[in-house]
């Protein structure tokens, strides 16, 4: 299923500003609601996926698989009102199967480290950078759910409640995966020269998930 992306100009979007009407425009098809709909949730969904993912090589392509995953599923949304927070979820349940793709692809293809082609990623340079690279390295051994707890709160900073409802889990459920993840992030970050000065230095994984 393919997404148009600007079918539908600036008097479409127009059209569809509020959530119900545009909610109503996607399940009637409509090219300009569509255009509408990338054009509103497009730069959430990339920022989350982003976080979420890391320099990951097929970011657009998942881009686009959330959109067709969102259009597809439209008619299952009860609450028009809910637009933004389903979005997230559908973006969170793609991008968990994005990373368990990863996973199976890493025990099925073995490649030197100098073969593999350099990530375009967006972000700063010099140590920040090595920052942000030594970070994704530590969550990329997490377990998936734990992993995407972990952005969600600490690097996206949604609130508890958020995060649990984009994870589709129980309050209880998120702050174990929460209690999972800093345990295990905390203990592989120290082994990075980086991530460990800056942990003895403090930070907000200190605190517990909680809070």
């Known amino acids: 299923m393919g ?11 127009v ?28 730069p959430l969904v990339l920022r989350l996926l982003w976080r979420v993912l890391g ?11 959330v959109f067709v995953r969102a259009l597809g599923a439209i008619g299952e949304l009860e609450d028009p009102g809910a637009l933004r927070a389903w979005v997230t ?23 030197a480290p100098e073969e593999l082609p350099e990530a375009e990623a967006p972000g700063p340079d010099g140590e920040v950078n090595e920052a942000l690279r030594a970070t994704y390295a530590v969550l990329d051994g997490l377990p998936a759910d734990e992993r995407i707890a972990f952005v969600l709160r600490f690097v996206e900073g949604l609130e508890l409640t958020e995060t649990a409802a984009a994870c589709g889990v129980s309050l209880a459920t998120i702050k174990r995966r929460l209690a999972r993840a800093e345990e295990q992030f905390t203990r592989a970050a120290r ?21």
């Open 3 to 13: 997404v148009p992306l600007r079918a539908g100009g600036a008097a479409g979007a």
């Open 15 to 42: 059209a569809f500003l509020g959530d119900a009407a545009l909610v109503e425009g996607l399940r009637a098809g409509e090219p300009a609601a569509i255009a509408a709909f990338y054009d509103r949730f497009a």
């Open 55 to 65: 320099a990951e090589r097929e970011l657009d392509d998942v881009l686009h698989d």
């Open 89 to 111: 979820t559908v973006t969170v349940f793609t991008a968990r199967s994005t990373i368990q793709r990863r996973v199976r692809r890493r025990w099925l293809t073995f490649r």
């Open 191 to 211: 082994g990075h020269a980086v991530l460990g000065d800056w942990l003895e230095g403090g930070s907000r994984w200190g605190a517990k998930s909680g809070r």
